[in-house]
């Protein structure tokens, strides 16, 4: 199945689309705005007016949009891929959304004969750019594994975690990882600047043993520069945040860290620094510890 469609080409998307190309895929795509296309169409996609002529074009659909709405209004909503789609085509949607909403959307399209996955990622606009995405991937694993030359153009790291859902609450279980581990990173850093270490140092004389991480590698020196600029923003940080503590509630299951760090989150946010990226976390700790 060479032929794509790709609906949503944000920070994530755009580059994600170019490796499509890159493989030798033909890729038609959509964006509400169009400036956001040209880069792909100066690469050789194609272009649709509407989610409906992208599901018209492609055997296979990719979503990658901001949030649970967003996804269900691309699929259902009026010129969605619903309205477009005919039997043995596939949906990929590539957003961080509820598992309840995947497993809904995954029975509409399998009303019209389509298959669905969900198939969120880690690794940032940078894994992006490169192609090393990690990709977990929830549905039919027969899909999956029909599928499996799109995902490798865009990720490294590609696991079939199981139904449908499955793969959004991996991702969910990734984004705890992820952010309680970045609010460790700020923890260490505040406490190394305010004692006089070189918090460079201190990241370089710790990294390479049990204490070494993505986020301290990667936003660690970005704290220390004080560079914020977003490879992933705290607002959409916190969108999966909300989501991981809601999928934690209807489990009953305490999570005390991930709930703290939501909550500085949103002290950054009320500090109007939502649009920066999640390395500015360490701002709220610097606030409590009383540091400029």
């Not at 009026?78 to 598992?99: R, Y």
């Not at 509409?108 to 940078?126: I, N, Q, R, Y």
């Not at 030359?149 to 975690?161: L, Q, S």
């Amino acid at each position: 199945m060479k032929n794509l469609g790709f609906i949503g080409l944000g920070i994530m998307g755009r580059p994600m689309v170019m490796n499509l190309l890159k493989a030798g895929f033909s890729v038609t795509v959509y964006n509400r705005t169009a400036d956001k296309m040209k880069e792909a169409i100066n690469a050789g996609a194609r272009t649709a007016n509407s989610p409906q002529q992208v599901a018209e074009q492609a055997d296979i659909i990719i979503t990658i949009v901001t949030d649970s709405p967003d996804v269900n209004q691309v699929i259902t909503g009026k010129k969605g891929v619903l309205n477009g789609i005919s039997g043995g085509k596939i949906v990929i949607d590539m957003s961080t959304i509820s598992p309840a909403v995947t497993q809904k959307l995954a029975r509409e399209l399998s009303a019209k004969g389509a298959h669905m996955l969900d198939a969120p990622v880690s690794g940032g606009d940078s894994g992006a750019k490169a192609g090393t995405l990690a990709i977990m991937v929830g549905g039919e694993e027969k899909v999956f594994k029909a599928c499996l030359p799109v995902f490798e153009a865009m990720g490294k790291t590609i696991t079939y975690v199981g139904g449908h859902g499955m793969g959004q609450t991996v991702k969910l279980c990734n984004q705890i990882l992820v952010s309680v581990t970045n609010l460790a990173v700020c923890e260490a850093i505040t406490l190394a600047r305010k004692s006089g270490v070189d918090p460079h140092v201190m990241i370089q004389a710790t990294s390479g043993g049990a204490a070494g991480s993505w986020q301290l590698e990667n936003l660690g020196p970005k704290m220390a520069d004080r560079d914020f600029a977003p490879g992933f923003m705290i607002e959409l940080q916190q969108k999966d945040l909300k989501l991981a503590l809601e999928a934690a509630r209807t489990q009953n299951i305490p999570v005390p860290a991930l709930g703290l760090v939501h909550q500085l989150f949103m002290g950054c946010q009320a500090a109007g620094e939502g649009r920066e990226g999640t390395q500015a976390l360490i701002k709220s700790i610097e606030r409590l510890a009383a540091i400029q």
